[in-house]
Structures are given as structure tokens and as C-alpha cells.
């Protein structure tokens, strides 16, 4: 955390294990950077969480396990690889519904097209494209994502909301340069907000 902080000030961030200080914020979003050797360290920081975006280095069973206990509220965001890891079968109509259903979450999985689902009827967001597919993206897809459910949308609107966003913003950015992580972090604000 102190890294990310580093390099983005502006994002607030909790020590691995520092569970006390999770009543001061809304949403959590665990996982980018995290690597494999620190997810035994975030375990109890999804487990205390009432709102968890779990991406990246966080998505694996036992952390949405972990992060569904309690009856917290939680958002998925797996690419394809990701989602055959989570669930043992590619991401397809029945697979990514009958998933999200199963495990209670809102899915949000991404690819081209995008799939937003609750177990309920997918919503298909068709504005990203094959400039996402750089390290990092994702992530920013991640922040925005818990920042929209942080500021009043429930789970399902931010995550179609960010999706939407999130690749509007970047199809923007594309026509002027190539699409980086921080390049897409500095356009956003000029498309989601």
C-alpha cells in the first residue's frame, strides 16, 4: 500500500491486516498489485469489509469465499483467464450468470463484450475494444468501479456504469495516442464523472 500510495496520492490505502481502519470507507477494492504472497494478509481485511470490488490478484475462490461471508456486497471483475480460475469453465451466457447467482455477487466480466450480471439478465456493455488489453486498464476499471459504488450506485449500475466509462474513455484516448494505464487514469475525468 505504501507504493501505490507512492505513486498516487490521491488514493487512499490500509495497511495489509489493518482492520480496524475499514470503517472509513464505503467500498474496498482489493487486488491490484497484490501479489499471491500477501493474499494470506488481505484475507481478513475482505472478510471485515461490508462493500468489496475484488479484481486482480484477489480473485480467487477463497477470496470471494472470504469476502462473501457476512453478507457483504461484492463485485467480481475477472477477464476470461481470471473467470476459468474462479469458476473451472470459461466465461459463456449460462456460466457467468449461473456463477454469479451461486456465489451472490454482481459479475463483472471483462472481455468484448463485457458481461454485467447478478444471476439475473446479463447487460451486455459493448463500448471497449482491444485498446483495454494493457496492463493496468483493468485496474483503473477496478477504482472506477468502487468509486462509483461509493458515491450512492448500487453494485450492478457502477459496475456497467464503469464498464460503459471505462471504455468510452479509452476509445477517446485511442485516437489521440496509445492507451496506457496512466494515460486512461487521466482521461477518465474528463468522460465518468
Not at 490521491?10 to 499471491?36: K, N, S, W
Not at 457483504?72 to 483467464?81: D, I, K, L
Given at each position: 500500500?505504501?507504493?501505490?500510495?507512492?505513486?498516487?496520492?490521491?488514493?487512499?490505502?490500509?495497511?495489509?491486516?489493518?482492520?480496524?481502519?475499514?470503517d472509513?470507507?464505503?467500498?474496498?477494492?482489493?487486488?491490484?498489485?497484490?501479489?499471491?504472497?500477501?493474499?494470506?494478509?488481505?484475507?481478513?481485511?475482505?472478510?471485515?469489509?461490508?462493500?468489496?470490488?475484488?479484481?486482480?490478484?484477489?480473485?480467487?475462490?477463497?477470496?470471494?469465499?472470504?469476502?462473501?461471508?457476512?453478507?457483504a456486497?461484492?463485485?467480481?471483475?475477472?477477464?476470461?483467464?481470471?473467470?476459468?480460475?474462479?469458476?473451472?469453465?470459461?466465461?459463456?451466457?449460462?456460466?457467468?450468470?449461473?456463477?454469479?447467482?451461486?456465489?451472490?455477487?454482481?459479475?463483472?466480466?471483462?472481455?468484448n463484450?463485457?458481461?454485467?450480471?447478478?444471476?439475473?439478465?446479463?447487460?451486455?456493455?459493448?463500448?471497449?475494444?482491444?485498446?483495454?488489453?494493457?496492463?493496468?486498464?483493468?485496474?483503473?476499471?477496478?477504482?472506477?468501479?468502487?468509486?462509483?459504488?461509493?458515491?450512492?450506485?448500487?453494485?450492478?449500475?457502477?459496475?456497467?456504469?464503469?464498464?460503459?466509462?471505462?471504455?468510452?474513455?479509452?476509445?477517446?484516448l485511442?485516437?489521440?495516442?496509445?492507451?496506457?494505464?496512466?494515460?486512461?487514469?487521466?482521461?477518465?475525468?474528463?468522460?465518468?464523472?
Amino acid at each position: 500500500p505504501e507504493a501505490a500510495h507512492m505513486i498516487v496520492p490521491q488514493v487512499p490505502t490500509v495497511p495489509l491486516g489493518d482492520v480496524a481502519r475499514l470503517d472509513r470507507f464505503d467500498v474496498i477494492v482489493a487486488g491490484p498489485g497484490l501479489a499471491e504472497g500477501d493474499r494470506e494478509k488481505v484475507v481478513p481485511l475482505v472478510e471485515a469489509a461490508s462493500q468489496v470490488v475484488l479484481d486482480a490478484g484477489a480473485l480467487t475462490p477463497a477470496m470471494v469465499e472470504a469476502a462473501c461471508q457476512n453478507d457483504a456486497r461484492v463485485v467480481v471483475t475477472p477477464h476470461a483467464g481470471e473467470f476459468k480460475r474462479l469458476a473451472a469453465v470459461g466465461p459463456g451466457k449460462f456460466s457467468t450468470r449461473y456463477y454469479a447467482a451461486r456465489c451472490g455477487v454482481v459479475l463483472l466480466a471483462k472481455g468484448n463484450p463485457t458481461v454485467v450480471t447478478d444471476g439475473g439478465l446479463p447487460v451486455l456493455v459493448r463500448s471497449g475494444s482491444a485498446v483495454l488489453a494493457t496492463i493496468g486498464t483493468g485496474d483503473v476499471l477496478a477504482g472506477m468501479l468502487g468509486a462509483l459504488w461509493a458515491r450512492g450506485l448500487d453494485p450492478m449500475e457502477a459496475a456497467v456504469s464503469a464498464a460503459y466509462w471505462h471504455g468510452v474513455a479509452a476509445g477517446e484516448l485511442s485516437r489521440r495516442e496509445s492507451v496506457t494505464a496512466g494515460k486512461l487514469l487521466d482521461e477518465i475525468g474528463r468522460w465518468a464523472w
